[in-house]
């Protein structure tokens, strides 16, 4: 059975910085690209980030551009999501999911994803 | 505003069809596949229809997918209560070199 488990979400200060993961399993990670989409509180769904299977290609919505990093440990078999600066406007549940095609761009979708985590920013 | 436009809402009653559009352009929807996502209130979005009209296993076939230039179609047939959820559709942009999203439709079966 696949399973991603985002983890690392929390209250954060405008600025300060926050680093998201996700376990996966029950898949073979390193076959797959995989992807962070965010959901702020009552609104639709937002690609944040994507990255190839070996890392290889990756890229970056631009919201959050220059600001986030996205990262993967095919070795751990864990995503992950490097936020710095971050706004208010962040504010959303953090989603992990699981592509369908080993690179990241045209030609994929998400067949799995996780339960999220809730990222919140505010003083 | 969303690169993908769907309608707010759409509403209709139990053994009944709907349709749910999504408005692209020749960057996103007009040359790449699209897919829909169904999330019911309170959980992650699930795949529902991919490559513009093909079913995952489990996806019952009220559900079906259609394109046609820079828009596409999500129809659901005999309707029933527990399809009421937001539905939304997604595809590469090659311009923007990023996934997009249409904003979302809210389904109400009356």
């Known amino acids: 059975e696949v399973q991603l488990v985002e983890s690392g979400g929390g209250l954060v200060q405008p600025g300060r910085s926050l680093r998201l993961s996700c376990a996966a399993s029950g898949f073979t990670f390193d076959d797959y690209a995989m992807h962070w989409v965010r959901q702020a509180p009552g609104k639709g769904l937002e690609w944040v980030s994507g990255?190839?299977?070996?890392?290889?290609?990756?890229g970056y919505a631009d919201s959050v551009k220059g600001r986030f990093t996205i990262s993967r440990d095919n070795a751990k078999n864990s995503l992950y999501l490097q936020m710095n600066s971050l706004r208010a406007e962040d504010t959303a549940l953090y989603y992990c999911a699981k592509s369908t095609t080993p690179l990241y761009g045209s030609g994929s979708h998400y067949d799995y994803w996780g339960q999220g985590t809730l990222v919140t920013v505010s003083s | 505003q969303s690169v993908l436009t769907q309608p707010p809402s759409v509403s209709a009653a139990p053994g009944q069809k709907v349709t749910i559009s999504c408005s692209g352009s020749s960057s996103n929807i007009g040359n790449n596949y699209v897919s829909w996502y169904q999330q019911l209130p309170g959980t992650a979005p699930k795949l529902l229809i991919y490559d513009n009209n093909k079913r995952p296993s489990g996806i019952p076939d009220r559900f079906s997918g259609s394109k046609s230039g820079t828009s596409a179609t999500l129809g659901i047939t005999g309707l029933q209560t527990g399809d009421e959820a937001d539905y939304y559709c997604?595809?590469?942009?090659?311009?923007?070199?990023?996934?997009?999203f249409g904003g979302g439709t809210k389904l109400t079966v009356l």
């Open positions: 990255i190839s299977w070996n890392s290889g290609s990756i």
């Open positions: 997604g595809t590469w942009d090659s311009s923007l070199s990023a996934e997009v």
